[in-house]
């Protein structure tokens, strides 16, 4: 798959999910621990990003593990 393919069913997606702008700043790549943190505090609403191809990156949370995208926003 090339990066248009991507972008093109990345979009799909976003738009399947009715992504707003402000969802789209907010997605963070979390791992499964730093997730529970986030779920645990209750002060956010979390949604999964369904990803093309199920990758996986480095958590911008912990900067170690690896996990999804997800939407994370302040309730
Ligand atoms: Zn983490």
């Not at 069913?9 to 700043?25: D, G, H, S, V």
């Not at 790549?29 to 505090?41: M, P």
């Not at 949604?47 to 690896?66: E, F, G, L, N, Y």
Request: hydrophobic share 35%.
């Amino acid at each position: 798959m090339n990066e248009n393919d991507r972008i093109t069913l990345e979009q799909a997606i976003y738009e399947e999910m009715e992504l707003t702008p402000e969802m789209i700043r907010s997605i963070r790549t979390l791992c499964g621990v730093c997730l529970c943190s986030f779920v645990e505090s209750k002060a956010f609403k979390i949604a999964i990003v369904p990803s093309a191809d199920r990758s996986m990156d480095t958590c911008t949370v912990c900067q170690t593990r690896r996990g999804h995208d997800y939407v994370v926003m302040n309730r």
